[in-house]
């Protein structure tokens, strides 16, 4: 009897393992700078980033406090008066890839990503984010860029430094999803 | 005529102060004294039973921890399964070491149940 309830356990595992592939070390960069006036952005290195090749599911998570800027000054200003990183340590996508198919993956190289990015507190619906994925054997490589407002994510930019922070914020991502 | 040399000499101080809090260095996370020593397990559990209190009290924070190393890369390796640590040099480690590491924790991954630290210098 424990013989059989072990099999059925294992088939079931087998049945239900999904193929995810991951990283730890995904890249995002922000660029949020104004021509000629003292670049704003920064990168993060830490992104964790999980996609699910059976449904296209997709997830990632940013800690605020692994944005790296040039100028320490910044990077304090950063946290404490604008991404306010103490009260909202994080930052998290949660979306899904349309129209995903794991066989597409070997052709096909440009998605459309929708999902929900929530920072400092707020959560926006971002739709038909193009994303890109290249599969190499067990490494994905998804990467793109998309565009937000400072204002959508409830951020005040004081008014002594609106000529030199943009109100709009470039952000680009690349992750080697590795599977698991 | 020495009035003048005074006011010189106080702008040129003013300016650089002002520089210096402008283009301040970062932070210098391997000179830092650790203001945690703890476990990978105890840091773990502390974010799993209350993220809230744990977050204020560990994140930007330089701790020191002690463990085995279950996996390794060029500029990462993660202690007891739990805790991740990110390098800014390529560091050379033995898989299943027992070392001690410092570095600073920039939070809870509640995706794979790890707490993640940057900037990370092997101590031994």
């Avoid at chain 1, 980033?49 to 296209?56: M, Q, W, Y």
Wanted: proline share 1%.
């Amino acid at each position: 009897m424990k013989k059989i309830v072990y099999l059925i356990v294992l088939i079931s595992i087998n049945i239900f393992a999904q193929s995810k592939y991951l990283t730890k070390t995904g890249t995002i960069n922000f660029e949020a700078s104004v021509p000629s006036v003292e670049e704003v952005k920064a990168e993060n290195n830490s992104v964790t980033a999980i996609l699910n090749s059976d449904n296209g599911e997709f997830a990632a998570l940013v800690f605020i406090k692994g944005f790296r800027f040039k100028n320490a000054l910044m990077e304090e200003h950063f946290n404490e008066n604008y991404a306010e990183s103490d009260t909202y340590p994080k930052a998290t996508f949660k979306g899904k890839i349309k129209n995903f198919s794991k066989d597409m993956l070997n052709s096909k190289l440009e998605f459309k990503l929708d999902g929900t990015l929530t920072f400092h507190g707020k959560t926006k619906q971002i739709n038909d984010m193009v994303i890109s994925l290249n599969k190499q054997d067990d490494l994905i490589s998804a990467s793109g860029n998309f565009k937000v407002l400072v204002s959508d994510f409830d951020i005040k930019i004081p008014r002594i430094v609106r000529d030199k922070v943009s109100e709009e914020v470039q952000i680009t991502y690349k992750f080697d999803l590795k599977k698991r | 005529m020495k009035n003048k040399i005074l006011i010189i000499i106080a702008l040129l101080v003013i300016a650089l102060l002002a520089y210096n809090y402008l283009y301040q260095d970062h932070r210098d996370i391997a000179s830092e004294e650790a203001k945690f020593s703890i476990s990978p397990e105890q840091i773990v559990n502390a974010f799993k039973t209350n993220t809230r209190d744990s977050e204020k009290k560990f994140l930007n924070q330089t701790i020191e921890l002690t463990g085995s190393v279950t996996e390794s890369n060029n500029k990462d390796l993660t202690l007891n399964h739990i805790v991740f640590c990110q390098f800014s040099e390529n560091h050379e480690t033995t898989l299943n070491a027992n070392i001690k590491i410092k570095g600073r924790c920039i939070g809870y991954d509640d995706l794979l149940e790890q707490v993640k630290l940057d900037q990370c210098y092997i101590i031994n």
